[in-house]
């Protein structure tokens, strides 16, 4: 029954979204999103899928959906998932992932809304050792 199935929360994961660095290319273009696995042990058989959607001068807009895997995804390491270009950055992004723990498999959905990536909402992103704006 569906009461008996438990519900465990996502923790010690994250997504950030962090702008390039002057001396990386197309960094005037292109900001980067990372995937933080902040857990002692790896996970498995991670699937995110992206995509965007809102308004951009009126027009509503939606990007393609693209999907990435890992089989695994070490402890305490980061992945890249993908560029962004900054004009979809006016948009929502949404991220969702899902993956394998201890024989459970998790699933959580991380949206950056339109204006949550401005720099007053930087942070210091772990392992990166860089500025952006990450949810947990």
Request: hydrophobic letters at 40%; proline letters at 6%; glycine letters at 4%.
């Amino acid at each position: 029954m569906k009461k008996d199935i438990p519900i465990l929360k996502v923790e010690d994961l994250a997504i950030a979204i962090v702008p390039r660095m002057d001396h990386e290319e197309d960094h005037e273009e292109f900001w980067d999103t990372y995937l933080l696995n902040l857990k002692d042990e790896p996970i498995r058989s991670v699937l995110v899928n992206s995509t965007g959607y809102g308004e951009i001068d009126g027009e509503p807009r939606k990007t393609t959906t693209l999907r990435y895997f890992w089989e695994e995804i070490g402890p305490l390491e980061v992945v890249k998932i993908e560029p962004v270009q900054k004009a979809v950055l006016r948009i929502a992004n949404e991220y969702w992932v899902s993956f394998s723990y201890n024989d459970y498999l998790y699933d959580k959905k991380y949206v950056f809304v339109p204006g949550s990536l401005d720099e007053m909402n930087f942070t210091e992103i772990p392992f990166l050792h860089r500025k952006g704006v990450m949810i947990r």
